[in-house]
Nanobody, 115 residues
Framework: QVQLVESGGGLVQAGGSLRLSCASS????????MGWYRQAPGKQRELVAT???????DYVDLVKGRFVISRDSAKNMLYLEMNLLKAEDSAVYYC?????????WGQGTQVTVSS
């Protein structure tokens, strides 16, 4: 069973930065894609950014130019560098991996941005 463990969340002031990490128990290049999602209280979980097995990245418009998704395949790690954070970025951030039509999720890490 694939295990994904997020870390790096916390409290930050608006305009600040955080880097989230996601440690995978398996080779991240075995996944068709990996991504970061977030869920704010009372809202549905939403996609933030993805990176596929080729290394192609994609972002939702709300975070383009501010967030950067990256990976370190040697360490089986996925990252999300978040800059110019806004109060509306506050949410629980989840790491997800997809392989053979199966989705695997981490437990989430809380990001709180104070205005």
């Amino acid at each position: 069973q694939v295990q994904l463990v997020e870390s790096g969340g916390g409290l930050v002031q608006a305009g600040g930065s955080l880097r989230l990490s996601c440690a995978s128990s398996e080779n991240i290049l075995s996944f068709f894609f990996m991504g970061w999602y977030r869920q704010a209280p009372g809202k549905q979980r939403e996609l933030v950014a993805t990176i596929n097995f080729r290394g192609t990245t994609d972002y939702v418009d709300l975070v383009k130019g501010r967030f950067v998704i990256s990976r370190d395949s040697a360490k089986n790690m996925l990252y999300l560098e978040m800059n110019l954070l806004k109060a509306e970025d506050s949410a629980v951030y989840y790491c997800k991996a997809r392989r053979n039509a199966n989705d695997y999720w981490g437990q989430g890490t809380q990001v709180t941005v104070s205005s």
